[in-house]
T-cell receptor, first 116, second 112 residues
Framework: GENVEQHPSTLSVQEGDSAVIKCTYSDSASNYFPWYKQELGKRPQLIID?????GEKKDQRIAVTLNKTAKHFSLHITETQPEDSAVYFCALTPKEGGTSYGKLTFGQGTILTVHP | DSGVTQTPKHLITATGQRVTLRCSPRSGDLSVYWYQQSLDQGLQFLIQ???????AKGNILERFSAQQFPDLHSELNLSSLELGDSALYFC???????????FGPGTRLTVL
């Protein structure tokens, strides 16, 4: 099946700095790439997503970039705040037999810590 | 609040037992997905239903089964439980098969 490699596994930044998390994948047919934020013991919450016909998408301090040729996509958080501290997961919808049913394959997660 | 509900929040049981986890999707969502989250395996897709029919299967054990009912709620049945089945089980729903998925609060299963 499709694998998603997510790096780094942990990321520590000072408040106000930027944070970047990158994911690489192998199936060029993947066409939907969401990012989820998960606080301890809570549900994954969608924070931003991008589809394969778009190269970049921004929502306030959060942006996602997609490079289909290189098969990687990245999450960028600017002006980080302590409340951004959480585990972030990238994901994608793999295609099997030419069909994407919508199931998500997740990266391993990045523990982001923002120090005040 | 995502609008997806799951019961129970916590479940503690013994090895060899059987449990049922319940999920109600957001109003209007036809697709339901089940995921398992454990420390060693991360977030793994188990199974998907769309409007009552099974549509995709992931790394779901034969001891596990699921179904989606006419009112669109779904149940995940876990039987012959083992210690390794201890995990967080999430349900997610989406309007159709390729739309944004919203996750429920999860059920934490502990097998002793």
């Amino acid at each position: 099946g499709e694998n998603v490699e997510q790096h780094p596994s942990t990321l520590s930044v000072q408040e106000g700095d930027s944070a970047v998390i990158k994911c690489t994948y192998s199936d060029s047919a993947s066409n939907y790439f969401p990012w989820y934020k998960q606080e301890l013991g809570k549900r994954p919450q969608l924070i931003i997503d991008i589809r394969s016909n778009v190269g970049e998408k921004k929502d306030q301090r959060i942006a996602v970039t997609l490079n289909k040729t290189a098969k990687h996509f990245s999450l960028h958080i600017t002006e980080t705040q302590p409340e951004d501290s959480a585990v972030y997961f990238c994901a994608l919808t793999p295609k099997e037999g030419g069909t994407s049913y919508g199931k998500l394959t997740f990266g391993q997660g990045t523990i982001l810590t923002v120090h005040p | 609040d995502s609008g997806v509900t799951q019961t129970p929040k916590h479940l503690i049981t013994a090895t060899g037992q059987r449990v049922t986890l319940r999920c109600s999707p957001r109003s209007g969502d036809l697709s339901v997905y089940w995921y398992q989250q454990s420390l060693d395996q991360g977030l793994q897709f188990l199974i998907q239903y769309y409007n009552g029919e099974e549509r995709a299967k992931g790394n779901i054990l034969e001891r596990f089964s699921a179904q989606q009912f006419p009112d669109l709620h779904s149940e995940l049945n876990l039987s012959s439980l083992e210690l390794g089945d201890s995990a967080l089980y999430f349900c997610a729903s989406s309007v159709a098969q390729r739309n944004t998925q919203y996750f429920g609060p999860g059920t934490r299963l502990t097998v002793l």
